[in-house]
């Protein structure tokens, strides 16, 4: 039998247990986050100006502030471990690639904004911090080529009828007339009902400016055979959002009934399933019947109650 002794004795060890255990996760929350070099390294495309500091502060409101707090303001959420201060030199001391990394990527109770903001979006956001930092000096990511606009490139998607390929030209301004973009790596989507489907490897413009793609022949398009195809860079820090949707008739004539078009559950009354039907209207006579069924048995009741009174069998 355990003693009031030993019960405080033990409660001691699970304290201490308890302790130790959260001071361990505390530490391993608290250890440095470390960006990959390569990602720490990578830098925006647009210079950070008035209009997007202020963009990026909408965004930091709608996105972070419920966290973070206000920069400046050490007001962040009490959080283990409570959020660093935008404005802190724990936060500025990030590089601008790091700071990108950590928005996208995120990590432990910071959550991953890569399907929530666009890569330009981030950048936007970026700009709002820097803002806060008085020794910062931007530095703008290489371009492509001397003279070319990274803000400016294009994407034109036809089809090869030569090589039976998709092709794309990715061009951009240089000192006023377009040029080719070389080297840039490209991903191509065909549109389904449910997503994007990659078709074919991403494959890079050569010196023309220029990347073909493989189509499978196999792939369903509309009646006619149309296609929606999407083609985007596969570098947005780089290009941005840049993309381009064109409709090449180059797939297989493929009927689909829309979905109205059969008697389902989510189509109108007119095209309302028989089974349906049949078991609604069989219900409606099933409870119209049990009334009349009732109404006829109070009834009867009624009569029997009025033959059997002494009373009116008297008069």
């Known amino acids: ?21 959260s001071s361990c996760a505390l530490a ?7 960006v990959p070099a390569e990602n720490g390294a990578k830098l925006s495309t647009f210079a950070f100006t008035d209009s997007t500091r202020t963009a990026g502060g909408n965004l930091f409101n709608l996105n972070c502030k419920s966290c973070h707090g206000d920069p400046g303001k050490n007001n962040a959420v009490k959080l283990v471990p409570p959020p660093p201060d935008p404005a802190s030199l724990q936060m500025q001391k990030n590089s601008d690639g790091a700071f990108f990394y950590k928005v996208s990527v995120g990590r432990g109770l910071m959550p991953s904004f890569k399907n929530t903001l666009s890569a ?10 820097r803002g806060f930092n008085d020794k910062y000096v931007q530095v703008l990511a290489k371009q492509l080529a001397p003279g070319i606009s990274l803000e400016q490139v294009t994407l034109l998607l036809t089809w090869n009828k030569e090589k039976k390929q998709v092709q794309v030209a990715v061009s951009s301004l240089k000192e006023g007339t377009r040029q080719p973009v070389a080297g840039a790596e490209l991903k191509l989507f065909a549109q389904r009902y449910f997503g994007n489907l990659q078709v074919d490897e991403a494959r890079a413009t050569d010196s023309q400016g220029v990347a073909l793609f493989n ?11 149309m296609v929606q195809l999407l083609v985007k860079p596969t570098d947005e820090t780089a290009f941005g959002e840049t993309k381009t949707l064109a409709a090449l008739e180059i797939g297989v004539p493929t ?7 059969h008697r389902a559950l989510w189509n109108v009354n007119q095209k309302t399933p028989i089974w349906l039907l049949l078991t609604y209207v069989f219900s409606v006579l099933t409870v119209w019947a049990l009334i009349v ?4 048995q109070l009834r009867l009741l009624f009569k029997s109650g009025e033959e059997n009174d002494p009373d009116k069998q008297n008069i």
Do not use: C, H
């Open 293 to 296: 069924y009732v109404m006829l």
């Open 1 to 21: 039998m355990l003693t009031r002794k030993m019960i405080d004795k033990l409660m001691k060890r699970i304290y201490l247990l308890l302790f130790v255990l």
């Open 255 to 261: 009927y689909r009934p829309p979905l109205n078009e």
């Open 28 to 34: 391993v929350s608290a250890q440095e986050w470390i």
């Open 215 to 225: 189509f499978p022949a196999t792939l369903p398009g509309d009646s006619t055979g």
């Open 120 to 129: 330009t979006d981030t950048w936007k956001i970026i700009s709002y911090l």
